[in-house]
């Protein structure tokens, strides 16, 4: 077959077409006013090294909190920390239940980790991702200073310092338009699949039209 044979029957068939494509986007529609609707916010916070000794090289110290970012992204996800975060929100999540909806991003070309949490309110989810990420910026430097600490200091010990500071560089604030449900990738999954149909339907039928004109009459032999 030519392709302007395929026109013909794709020509010849468009009430198929027209058809199968409002069912998809009717269908798609539907889901989507029916989905939960959430929404996203995130905060950002960026972690420096700096030297507890003035014979500590400074690019050393930027290597070691480099290296350090999946460690941080790791605690950030831990059942203690997330506990925690979960009773300052006044949230009744479990800490697998919160980690499904939060998420900590970190780069191997900086030292900035993007905290960011999905609520069913605009407010939750600023709340809990501000709530996260300044637990987790607790949690590194508690860290921290405990392994900057010398324990063979002799005399009275001193109050240690960390070698990593951290800082919220970019607060989460109340997003204006929810992440979810995506109504126009929806749409157009829903367009996608209407017309994915079409064409399995107008096959179907040439395949069967076609078997019905090589089939020989009633009562003659083949």
Sequence with gaps: MTLRDYVLIVARSWIVVVVTVIVGLVTAGILALTATTTYTASAQVLFTGHATTSGQDLAYVGNYVQSRMQTYKNLGTSTSLL??????????????????RTDIEVSQLNTVATV????TTAKGAAKAANTLGAALLSA????????????????????AKATVQGVITGTAEA???????????????????????????????EVLRGDASTSPPSGEDP
């Excluded at 960011?116 to 609520?119: C, L, W, Y």
């Excluded at 600490?149 to 005399?155: E, F, I, K, R, W």
């Excluded at 994915?196 to 039928?205: D, K």
């Design 116 to 119: 960011s949490a999905t609520d």
């Design 140 to 159: 590194v430097q508690k860290i921290e200073a405990d392994n900057a600490a010398d324990p063979s200091a002799s005399g009275e010990a001193e109050p």
């Design 175 to 205: 997003p204006s338009s929810s992440s979810d449900p995506d109504i126009p990738l929806y749409l157009l999954a829903g367009l996608f699949a209407g017309l994915a149909a079409s064409i399995g339907v107008i096959s179907l039928r």
């Design 83 to 100: 506990t925690s975060v979960a009773q300052t929100i006044g949230s009744d999540d479990t800490p697998r239940e919160l980690a499904e």
